[in-house]
């Protein structure tokens, strides 16, 4: 019985940990709100139509 209890204990330990570091990864992944990414894929586009232009791209 202490043998099963130990293992269930450690088991239990390695799912919370891999829940919290799943719930990390998702609080990270989450942080920047939409309105913030879309005004740096704007400034990026931006960059980049203006890297085009200079190599003489013409659309």
Known sequence: ?????TTVRGE?????QTL???I???AER??????QLELE???LGARV???L???GFQS
């Open 12 to 16: 239990l330990g390695h799912v919370s």
């Open 49 to 51: 139509v203006e890297h």
């Open 41 to 43: 894929v704007a400034a």
């Open 1 to 5: 019985m202490s043998r099963l209890q």
């Open 24 to 26: 990390r990864e998702l």
């Open 30 to 35: 989450y942080a920047t709100p939409l309105p």
């Open 53 to 55: 232009t200079r190599m």
């Open 20 to 22: 919290t570091g799943r």
